[in-house]
């Protein structure tokens, strides 16, 4: 009996709820199989193209979108949607044509004008986007989208004060829904730091975290560490079977959100035998397929059969190859595989792996800051920050006493946020040549690739490695209590 459609709508959204975007595109295209005709068909199949954008599928939010679009020309919410996805994926040229396109349609279209002025300061031509934005004022068009953009160009401007006042006045005058409140408030603060004005800058944030509570157990996740610490031993991990293919192509770039990851992907990848994937949550579905539990510790690895560790390795080296491309290196920047690497470091016995560190004071105020939307939900409060963080520390020391004994064939190395940005060559060769990949000088030139990339501001992209935001905790540092409270014996020396 096929699955319910409305049952499959229920799943899809409770997987956007945790973020989980693998576990919505599969319930949605599950259900876009099954329900020709149902109601929700047109704003599942645009949502199903912009969740494939979120998961950095780039590609594949492209393809699906242009079909959307193909089957009602006119249909602006689609428009738009490509325009975004073809944003992302790089394809600047085609994404302006796409928001030309929907603006003829609809030549007030807020969101559409908002899109064209982002794509204007992505291309170096801030002016022309400000202009662009001034026109649809001078018409009267107010939209919340315009205002987020104008702070996205504020900086390179001298607009940043104009920008705060304009979206102060806008959640004064009430009406939004809470995620264009939150991004309002969160872009107010960004922009409030920017101009030094710290305490005010820190009220608009700690808003935009509390507006919408989200659960995370800090208590569960402490002792989801523990188990994995207890149950995760060489003799353990040696007794798992290993596959053929020994993953030798395979980079995983882990760490905590906002500590360099990005920054070292974006490093390695401009490398001409190197590719990156994105995000990917292949290494998790894999090993949740191979054990059956989070964070892929195994009971028995008795029970663990070489046929099943051939299939976990050939699913997850599928998608990153698929990903990827032709390449010599293919990168899978995944933050929290830092937690399966114990399984993971079997499945993929010669991958290389580097653990990105970033003092966790900057890492905590850096994602306080930012509004990830969904996942990462831990990033809403300084305790539930230190909780995380300080379990992150002890498992990945776990892994450097474990690893050399365990899989003595994985690589893996330390990048110290603060050594990239203090010495991008000397750490940049250090890491290509982990790798193994001969130097390129491409490597250090990754900023000049006009990429739209989701973990960055607008005033970051196109500038190579950022140096504004090491001790940035110093001038938060009267906030930060609750989160060396949370670290104890992991909390950074004062």
Known sequence: MPPNPDMLLRQGQACVNAGDHAGAIEAYT???KGAPSHPSRRGIS????????LAGRHTKSVAHLKKVVDRNTRDTDAIYALAQAQAFATH????TATIERLLTLDPDHAEGIARRATLLNYIGRADEGGAVLDEAASRGIRHWSLELALAGLAPKLNRMEESVDRMRAMIDAGGLDTPEHAELLFNTGY?????ERYDEAWEAVARGNALEPAPWDPGAFTAHIDRLIQT???ESLRALPEPMDRAGDAVLILGSPRSGTTLLEQIIAAHPQAATAGELSALHDALLGLTGAPGGAVEDPKRVRPADMIK????YLSELRTRAGKATRRVDKCPPNWQLLGTGSRVLPEARVIFTERDPRDTAISCVFRNFVTGNHFTTRLDWLGAYLAGKQKLVRHWERVLPEAAPALRFTRAVYEDVVASPEIEARRLVEFVGLPW???CLRFGEARKIVTTLTADQTGKGVYTGSTQRWRRYEKHLAPLHEAMGDEAPAA
């Open 46 to 53: 645009i949502r199903v193209g912009q969740l494939l954008m």
């Open 312 to 315: 976990a390795s050939g699913a």
């Open 92 to 95: 600047l040229d085609d994404a």
């Open 440 to 442: 390129d000088d491409a």
């Open 191 to 195: 922009l409030l730091d920017k101009l």
């Open 232 to 234: 995760q031993t060489p």
């Open 30 to 32: 599950k259900f876009l």
